[in-house]
Structures are given as structure tokens and as C-alpha cells.
T-cell receptor, first 113, second 115 residues
């Protein structure tokens, strides 16, 4: 059974810092891994999707990496801003063709001005 | 593309009442998913549809829960005889199954509070 774990559960950094969020998963047979952002009381916004054949994806100040063999992904946020404060969730799509995602519990990020 | 729309945004109900939520997916998306999220946790899969067919249901979906997607467009999720443990955010997502790597697009959810 696939399990996804995110560490740390919460993180507080001063504005301008570069930071890394971690995600690990137990079954390496995945189609892809996705990172989402969730603001309080809102739905999820897709940030990056890394296919199983890829090693990383970049979008603006965000860079996500994937090491399938070790069951790990990281989300790197450069030059953090207060507007980056949110909960970040990673999710893996397993090898069945349902598109179903298994989520981690999230990392809540606070960027202080 | 107006995004995934969910209605209502908030629902407060008394224990034992029935509630129904609606989800309108992105129009060309043939797959629709329901997830449940409790405070401090990631979303948990409940069920999914491809067009009008419900293809998978989680064990979390007890017999008090039923979901439909008539005509393969909008979907409804009904909870009968609500319990306090049903209090959660119910999220709907949709995607287009052209490849294994189609991202899911989520709505803003319906927050259910059972008193």
C-alpha cells in the first residue's frame, strides 16, 4: 500500500530565504508525482507535475525533483516571499490507470516579512 | 475554462440529516474525483468516475455515501444520516484522461460541519 510522508509538518522562515520541502513515498511504481499549494479554506492549486521518467520540473521560483528509486521528491522554493505562505502537498499517482492520487499530510509554510 | 465549481461552499447540518453536494467539472474533462480532507491532513480519495461510470470506490465510502454523475457531466455526492465524523472538506477534482500524466484540477471544496 502506497504511503506518502512529508517532512517537516510546519516550517517558518524569514522572507528571502531559499527552502526545501521533502516528500517520501513507499512504492516506487508511480506514473507521476505532483506538488500542490493549498491556501486556508481553499482547494488545491497544481504547482508542478513530474512524470516518472523525469528528474525535475521548474516553474518560476519553484523547482521540484524526483528520485523514484529512493522514493523521494523535494520542492525547492527560491527567494521566499510572504505570499508563499500556504500548505504544500505532494501526491503520487500509482501505476493503475485511474489517475487517483495518494497525498501526504502537507507542510505548512509561513514566510515572515 | 472556468475551473471546477463546487456548491455549496459551506454546509452546516444537524446530525442525522441528509446533505447533497454538487460538482461541475471543467467541461471537456471526462474524469471526476471526490476526495475528503480533515483538518491537518492531506485529501483522501473517495471515488472516481470516467464519464458516467463510477469505476472505483474507497472503503472510506460507507453505505451512507452515494455519488452519481448522470450524463457524464456534473456530479453529486450525498451523505445520508450524517454523523459528526463526517465533518470535513469535500473536494472535487477533474481531469482529461488522454494520458497517464494529466494533472488534476481541484475545486474550492464544500466544508461540511455536522453539529
Amino acid at each position: 500500500k502506497q504511503e506518502v510522508t512529508q517532512i517537516p509538518a510546519a516550517l517558518s522562515v524569514p522572507e528571502g530565504e531559499n527552502l526545501v520541502l521533502n516528500c517520501s513515498f513507499t512504492d516506487s511504481a508511480i506514473y507521476n508525482l505532483q506538488w500542490f499549494r493549498q491556501d486556508p479554506g481553499k482547494g488545491l492549486t497544481s504547482l508542478l507535475l513530474i512524470q516518472s521518467s523525469q528528474r525535475e520540473q521548474t516553474s518560476g521560483r519553484l523547482n521540484a525533483s524526483l528520485d523514484k528509486s529512493s522514493g523521494r521528491s523535494t520542492l525547492y522554493i527560491a527567494a521566499s516571499q510572504p505570499g508563499d505562505s500556504a500548505t504544500y502537498l505532494c501526491a503520487v499517482q500509482g501505476s493503475s490507470n485511474t489517475g487517483k492520487l495518494i497525498f501526504g499530510q502537507g507542510t505548512t509554510l509561513q514566510v515572515k516579512p | 475554462d472556468t475551473g471546477v465549481s463546487q456548491d455549496p461552499r459551506h454546509k452546516i447540518t444537524k446530525r442525522g440529516q441528509n446533505v447533497t453536494f454538487r460538482c461541475d467539472p471543467i467541461s471537456e474533462h471526462n474524469r471526476l474525483y471526490w476526495y475528503r480532507q480533515t483538518l491537518g491532513q492531506g485529501p483522501e480519495f473517495l471515488t472516481y468516475f470516467q464519464n458516467e461510470a463510477q469505476l472505483e470506490k474507497s472503503r472510506l465510502l460507507s453505505d451512507r455515501f452515494s455519488a452519481e454523475r448522470p450524463k457524464g457531466s456534473f456530479s453529486t455526492l450525498e451523505i445520508q444520516r450524517t454523523e459528526q465524523g463526517d465533518s470535513a472538506m469535500y473536494l472535487c477534482a477533474s481531469s482529461f484522461s488522454v494520458s497517464h500524466n494529466s494533472p488534476l484540477h481541484f475545486g474550492n471544496g464544500t466544508r461540511l460541519t455536522v453539529t
